[in-house]
């Protein structure tokens, strides 16, 4: 288990309790920011709750009841609490969106005290800066907490109470899993983070975390609807974090938003994915991927950076201030891609966010960063000396080869004779001749119709991958 310091913040918040009332402005402002950025529901994928659907998974809108919408202030963070439902037809879908559903929060159905979980839509501003941020909270209380006549409804993003036992789980909007806390008697115990490296030999430190989704579904039929309570549960892949008092060492997540004030339940914050990624964090400069997409980033750099040459290109990279934009691209023609004119790493799929896609691209961020002027120069006359460099520094560093010279036109011969030049240069980097690159550098150009170019005579030397050999020790 991976024991990460969360420090418990001192300090007790008074807040000051507004008056709900319909059309309330908070609640209208925060509708309409919530709009803007989901379109007005949040996509939720479940497990198929019948052997019908023909999937494992099912994806069901999740709108949220504005009339029934709490607001709190504390100090100057307007937080804004949403009950959530959802529709099982298109129509009732669309009046929803709209609304003009029949759903009400008066609406006869269980209690919120006998529900095994509560999901709400919370929408914060800081009223200082004029930001706003929202996410998904989910309270799942112990069985022995209802039990002894504890209340859900008692439960908000700034206030757990002082015998709560449950899980708090926090989702972004897209849907992902966020993070959860573990409380026990009021307590926060553990933290929980998720994991997308199910795969890697940090398996034994990757725990289920068993989360039970419950929510409203509004049913319509023969122009009549009725609403019914149902539930859907998930197992999530977490790394378990160990909670400790305040002064209990380093941590990661003191106050870990505190653009929006403090800890939310003693401890128990929404924690952005910003506050999660610090090798995405430290090269970002406008990332543009979801939160989803941003753990297999962080994911993928956190594999990159296990080989030694990759990782002093990071280094060399953060050192210099160097800043990318981020972003998916389904019309990209390769799988990842690196743009140096906009300084944008572009991936088609989330399956393009690897280790493996990244390692030619940050070659390729790299001798932008390196050459003087960059690397957009080199559109047309020097483009094969810019993908040929990147190819060879793939081969060398890679543990199969080769990419460089992997196209079908090329003859067998030159294919062989390039990985024996591959081979002598792994026991000896240093004896990369320029006479030898530049014949190879030529052969690639004539076999490679996607790369070819006319040669840019001031790239006839791989000098970015020299100083890679000369200075990362890794060679």
Not at 46 to 61: E, H, I, V, Y
Not at 272 to 278: D, F, T
């Amino acid at each position: 288990m991976i024991f990460i310091s969360c420090e418990q913040d001192e300090s007790v918040i008074d807040p000051v309790q507004e008056e709900v009332v319909p059309g309330n402005e908070s609640i209208s402002s925060a509708r309409d920011w919530f709009f803007s950025q989901t379109g007005g529901d949040v996509l939720m994928e479940f497990k198929s709750q019948t052997k019908s659907t023909g999937s494992p998974k099912q994806t069901l809108p999740l709108l949220g009841d504005w009339e029934s919408g709490l607001t709190r202030r504390i100090e100057h963070i307007r937080n804004v609490e949403v009950p959530v439902y959802s529709v099982e037809d298109e129509e009732a879908y669309i009046e929803a969106l709209n609304g003009i559903g029949d759903l009400k929060s008066g609406q006869s159905g269980p209690k919120d005290e006998d529900l095994p979980s509560r999901t709400r839509f919370v929408v914060q501003t800081n009223e200082e800066t004029g930001t706003t941020r929202g996410f998904m909270m989910t309270v799942i209380p112990d069985q022995e907490y209802l039990a002894s006549g504890g209340s859900i409804d008692s439960i908000d993003y700034y206030y757990r109470g002082a015998d709560f036992s449950g899980l708090i789980v926090f989702n972004h909007l897209d849907g992902s899993f966020a993070n959860g806390w573990k409380y026990e008697e009021g307590e926060v115990k553990n933290c929980f983070l998720p994991s997308r490296n199910q795969s890697s030999n940090l398996l034994k430190s990757v725990t289920i975390l068993h989360i039970r989704y419950c929510y409203n579904l509004e049913v319509s039929y023969a122009g009549y609807s009725s609403t019914k309570r149902v539930c859907h549960s998930e197992d999530q892949y977490v790394f378990t974090a160990a909670f400790s008092s305040a002064g209990g060492g380093s941590s990661l997540f003191t106050r870990p938003s505190s653009e929006f004030g403090t800890l939310g339940g003693g401890g128990g914050a929404y924690l952005p994915s910003a506050s999660l990624q610090p090798l995405t964090n430290s090269i970002a400069l406008n990332n543009m991927l979801l939160p989803s997409q941003t753990l297999l980033l962080e994911d993928a750099l956190k594999e990159l950076i296990g080989v030694c040459s990759d990782e002093y290109i990071y280094n060399e990279l953060v050192a210099q201030g160097k800043k990318f934009n981020f972003k998916m691209d389904s019309s990209l023609g390769g799988l990842a891609g690196y743009d140096p004119a906009s300084k944008t790493f572009s991936f088609r799929n989330n399956d393009a966010i690897s280790s493996g896609k990244l390692k030619e691209e940050f070659f390729h961020a790299f001798q932008d960063a390196f050459y003087p002027g960059g690397t957009s120069q080199y559109g047309t006359t020097g483009k094969v000396n810019i993908e040929f460099e990147a190819k060879l520094y793939s081969d060398l560093s890679n543990v199969g080869c080769c990419i460089g010279f992997n196209m079908v036109s090329c003859p067998q011969k030159i294919k062989d004779d390039y990985l024996d030049w591959i081979i002598q240069l792994r026991k000896n980097p240093a004896g990369l001749l320029n006479t030898d690159y530049q014949q190879w550098l030529k052969l690639f150009n004539t076999y490679t119709p996607k790369y070819s170019s006319p040669l840019a005579s001031n790239l006839s030397s791989p000098d970015a991958l020299k100083s890679i050999i000369s200075n990362s020790k890794c060679y």
